[in-house]
C-alpha cells in the first residue's frame, strides 16, 4: 500500500487540474439563474465598495490639499519649544539661510518665512487683541492661496499697509483706507508700535480666523519688534504625496532643535475626521461584503448538498477528498473571477471618466463643503486600495466560503452516498 | 496468500444502525475471490450483498475481520490511502452509472487516468481506444444527460476498466436497464473477463446476470448460505 500511496502522490500531485477546472467551470452553470445571483452580488458588492472607495480616496485627497494650501502648507519648520510654548522669543534663528536650505530639498515646491505675534490693535476707541502675521505675499502666494480670499481691497504692497479679516474690521468698526495701531512687546522688552493703513479686508469662512488676524509685511514686523533675521514658521509647500518624505529629509538636514511637522501634525483634526470616516467608510463596507458573503455561503452550502451523490461517486472512484475540495475552490474562483470581471468592467471606465470630470455637488452643499475644504465637484481616485480592496475581501470570503461549505466532502462515506442515490 | 487470489474476506462483519435497531448486514463472511473469476453475490434485498461489495471496495469499513485486495490489507488504510487504492486497483460500476454529468463520454474515461497523472496524449488515445472496444466512440462528445440507460452504463463500464484494474465491482448493474440491453451489457463483460481477464465482482438478484457469472454466492442475512466454488469442490 505504502507503493501504491508513493506512486500515487508523486504522479497525481498537481496533475488532474485540466478536467477538474472544466467540471468546476462547467458545473457552474447547471444552475444558471443561481450562479448568475451571486455572480451579480458579488458585482453589485465589489461595484459599490470599489465606487465609494475611489470617491473617497478622491475627497480625502481633495480635503487635504485644500486645507493645507489654505494656511498652512504641507509642512511646518519651528523651534520644537514654539510648538509647546509658543513664547515670542521662540524664533528661528538665520531665518534667511534656513529658508534657503529649505528650499533647496527635493520635494520642496516653496517655502515662505512668517513671524506671529499677539498684539493690542485699535481704531479710534475700540481696541481687541489679535494675532499679527508678518508675511512675504509674493512668497506666500508660492505656498498657499490664502490671498485669494480677498473680499475687498488689496495685498499689502508697502511698510505701513495691513490686510485684516472681517470679523476684526467689524469689531473694530474699520474699513479700507482706516489707521490701524498696533502695540506689542518686543523680544527685548521695549514696546512695539505700528500704525498701518487697512488696504484689504479677508473673508476667509473661518470665523475663528476673520476675528483675530492681520496680516503686516515680514519686514515692518521684525524690525518693529526687534527681531532681526528671526522669525517663527517657515511654511512648505509639496505636493500631499511627498511630504512625509520631505519631512523625513529635513528633519535630518536642519540644525537641532528645529521640529519639521507634517500636515496631519499640524492639523490633526484633518487627519482626525478622515480616520473616523474612513472607519465609517469600512464599516458600511463590512456590511454590504458580509451580506454578499451570506448569499455565497448559502449557494456553496446548496451547491455542495444538491451534489452529493456526484462528490461520493468521486469518492468512490477514488478521487481524494482534497482534491473534490479543491475542484468546489475552483468554482468559487471562477464565480468569483465573473462577479469582479463584471464589476471592473463597469466601474474601471465609469471611475476612469469621472476621474476627468468629477461630479457637481450642487448648490446645497457648496457652502458645507468649503468648511470640510471640500470643493463643489469631487472626483474620485483610482488607486490599487480603492481597486484592490474589495475583490481581494471577496476573493477570501467566496474561498472560506466555498471551504466551509465543502467541509464536510471529508466525512462523506462513499458508500452511504452511492446508495442513497439509488 | 496466493497471488492469484484478489479478495480475501475473513470473518467479515457490518452492522448499521437504523433509528437505534442494528442491522446486521454481515456476519463473520469468510470469502475468496481468484484472479480472472467471474462472481456473482446473489441474494435477495437486504441479504448484505451491496454491504460487502462496498466494504471489498473501501467505500465502507467492516466493524470486524480482515479484507485483502491484491495482497493489500484494507484494515488500517485512511481514506486518502483507500482512494488511491480504489483509483489505482478498482474499477466501480453502478446501478445509476454515476458519471459525471458535466463531462462528456470521453472526458468521464479520461477523468479517472488524468486524476492517476497519465498524460494528456496518451489518456486521449487510450480512452478512445476503451471506447472503440466497446463500440461506443460515436458516443464521445456526448454527455450523460444525452444518452440513454445501456449507453451510459457502456460508458461507465469504459470508464471502471480502462484504468486496467485488477478487480471490477459491480452493483446491481443491470437494475435500470431492459433485458435486451442486459444481455448485451452481460456479453460486454463476459468479453472483457475472457479476453482481458478482468476480475468481476458483481453484486446482483437479477437471474440473468448470474447466469453469465461462473460463480455464485448466495447471501441471506449477512452470511453466506451456498458457494457454487464450494459444491464444484
Known sequence: MAEIAATASKRDVGRGRGLVAAIAWRSLWRNRRRTWLTAGGIAFGVSLVVFSMAFQAGSYGDMIYNATSFLTGQVQIQRADYIELSRFEQTIGDATETLRRVEQQAGVLSATARVEAFALVSVDERSFGAQVLGVDVERERQVVNFFDRLSRGRVMAGPDETVIGSGLARNLNADLGDEIVVLGSAKRGGVAAMVLDIVGIFDSGISELDRSLLFVPIAAVQNEFGLGDEVHTIVVRTQVDDSRAVVEALGHQLPEGLSVRNWDEVLPEIRQGIDVDRLGGMFMYAIVLMIITFSIVNTFTMTVFERLREFSMLKAVGMRPGKIVLMVQIEALLLWAIGVGIAMGLMVPLLAWLQSSGIYLGEAIVELAKQYYITDRIYPALGPASLLAAPAVMLAATQIAAFASSLRIYWLRAAAGVRAAE | ?233
Open chain 2, 1 to 233: 496468500m496466493s497471488s492469484d487470489i484478489v479478495v480475501s474476506c475473513k470473518g467479515v462483519s457490518r452492522t448499521y444502525q437504523e433509528e437505534s435497531v442494528p442491522v446486521h448486514a454481515l456476519r463473520g463472511v469468510d470469502f475468496e475471490f481468484a484472479r480472472g473469476e467471474f462472481v456473482s453475490i446473489a441474494g435477495p434485498s437486504g441479504s448484505g450483498k451491496s454491504t460487502l461489495l462496498n466494504v471489498i471496495g473501501g467505500l465502507d469499513r467492516p466493524d470486524a475481520g480482515t479484507i485483502t485486495v491484491d495482497g493489500v490489507e484494507l484494515n488500517g488504510l485512511n481514506e486518502t490511502e483507500l482512494s488511491d487504492l480504489r483509483l489505482h486497483k478498482m474499477g466501480f460500476v453502478f446501478q445509476s452509472y454515476n458519471l459525471i454529468p458535466v463531462l462528456s463520454a470521453l472526458e468521464n474515461v479520461e477523468f479517472i487516468m488524468q486524476l492517476q497523472g497519465v498524460g494528456p496524449a496518451e489518456r486521449a488515445e487510450r480512452a478512445m481506444s476503451m471506447l472503440d472496444s466497446l463500440d461506443i466512440v460515436d458516443l464521445a462528445d456526448r454527455r450523460p444527460g444525452d444518452m440513454s440507460g445501456g449507453q451510459q452504463q457502456r460508458v461507465a463500464i469504459a470508464r471502471s476498466i480502462v484504468t486496467n484494474p485488477v478487480l471490477l465491482l459491480a452493483d446491481e448493474p443491470s437494475a435500470n436497464l431492459d433485458s435486451a440491453t442486459t444481455e448485451d451489457l452481460l456479453q460486454l463483460l463476459r468479453r472483457l473477463n475472457e479476453e482481458r481477464g478482468v476480475s468481476i465482482l458483481t453484486a446482483t438478484h437479477d437471474p440473468i446476470v448470474m447466469s453469465y457469472a461462473q460463480r455464485q454466492v448466495n447471501l441471506r442475512d449477512g452470511a453466506i448460505v451456498e458457494d457454487s466454488a464450494a459444491k464444484v469442490a
